[in-house]
């Protein structure tokens, strides 16, 4: 199984939406567990890190620059 790729701060889309009915979440916290917290109401979770690897759809908005928004030269 492909490991998904995600890092601190990233808005990540679930497969679940939250009782607030967001689906979009931050990732605050790495470790064996993840600490995400939803855009909508400011709600944090921890959750298991293979139970959120399980149920992320995919990521929105990353923290990493990618070469298309790189303006360095």
Avoid at 4 to 32: A, T, W, Y
Avoid at 42 to 51: A, D, E, G
Wanted: charged share 30%; net charge positive; aromatic share 2%.
């Amino acid at each position: 199984m492909e490991r998904k790729v995600f890092q601190l701060g990233d808005i990540v889309q679930m497969k679940k939406q939250h009782p607030c009915g967001s689906n979009e979440m931050e990732v605050i916290r790495m470790g064996m567990d993840i600490r995400i917290k939803c855009v909508g109401c400011q709600h944090s979770v921890l959750i298991p890190r293979m139970k959120f690897e399980k149920n992320m759809k995919k990521v929105l908005r990353s923290t990493i620059p990618t070469a298309e928004t790189d303006t360095l030269n």
